[in-house]
């Protein structure tokens, strides 16, 4: 029962303290990074596309992308369905598919058409 009355003493300290959102925020994917680390290499650090990948395999600009300017909550589902991207989303989780999406819709929406 003691060690009980300690663990308890010990969250209600860490709940106090505010801890509880730090942990949280840090779990959430960094859809930025992972952009970089899984689709830069053909769509470009900066999303037109322009590297030797993405001229090899025809990538197109994400800047100029409807799809990528459409709804965010419907872009992993087509990420997911082109079957060049196959290899990258077998590797990502649903919960960083998602992060990549935001973040390739915030950069397609930054841009002026």
Not at 64 to 78: E, I, V
Not at 80 to 104: F, M, N, Q
Request: aromatic share 2%; net charge neutral.
């Amino acid at each position: 029962m003691r060690i009980a009355a300690v663990r308890q003493t010990a969250l209600s300290m860490l709940i106090a303290l505010g801890l509880t959102p730090i942990v949280a925020a840090a779990a959430e994917p960094d859809g930025a990074a992972l952009y970089q680390a899984n689709c830069a290499r053909c769509h470009g650090a900066d999303g037109k596309a322009g590297t030797f990948a993405g001229m090899l395999t025809r990538a197109p600009s994400l800047l100029q992308s409807a799809a990528a300017r459409g709804d965010a909550s419907a872009l992993p589902d087509r990420i997911r369905s082109i079957e060049k991207h196959e290899h990258v989303v077998s590797k990502l989780s649903p919960d960083e598919l998602a992060a990549i999406a935001g973040a390739v819709h915030d950069m397609a929406t930054a841009v002026k058409p």
